[in-house]
Each structure stands twice: as C-alpha cells, then as structure tokens.
C-alpha cells in the first residue's frame, strides 16, 4: 500500500490531523539500501574469488 486511507474512524478530523504522521512507504526502503547493498556484493564476490584462489594455491604448491 503506497498511499493507504484510514476508514472507519471514530476521531474527528481535526484530531486526526493533529497527529504526527510516521509511515514508513515500503517502496523508498530499497531505493535507499540497494546501491550499497549491491556495491557491497559486488566488491565481496571480487575478493572471494582471490581468497579460494590463495586457498588454492597454499596447499598445492
């Protein structure tokens, strides 16, 4: 639900516009934590490769 309406409320409109507003919209959290999230995988995929080669290459001489 991006832009959700309350229904069925007893309280007053006035009242409801009084309160504070912490939504949190589910569609902003991935636009947020992709870039580093994926920036962080790529660079790890990177050294894995050279930590199984090291690995590799330490116990077959």
Avoid: C, H, W, Y
Avoid at 16 to 38: E, H, N, R, W, Y
Wanted: no cysteine; glycine share 8%.
């Amino acid at each position: 639900m991006v832009f959700g309406q309350q229904t069925g409320s007893s309280r007053s409109t006035n009242e409801a516009m009084q309160k504070p507003d912490i939504a949190v919209f589910p569609l902003a959290i991935p636009l947020i934590t992709g870039p580093a999230s994926m920036g962080a995988a790529v660079l790890l995929t990177a050294l894995a490769v050279q930590f199984v080669l090291d690995g590799v290459l330490s116990v077959f001489p």
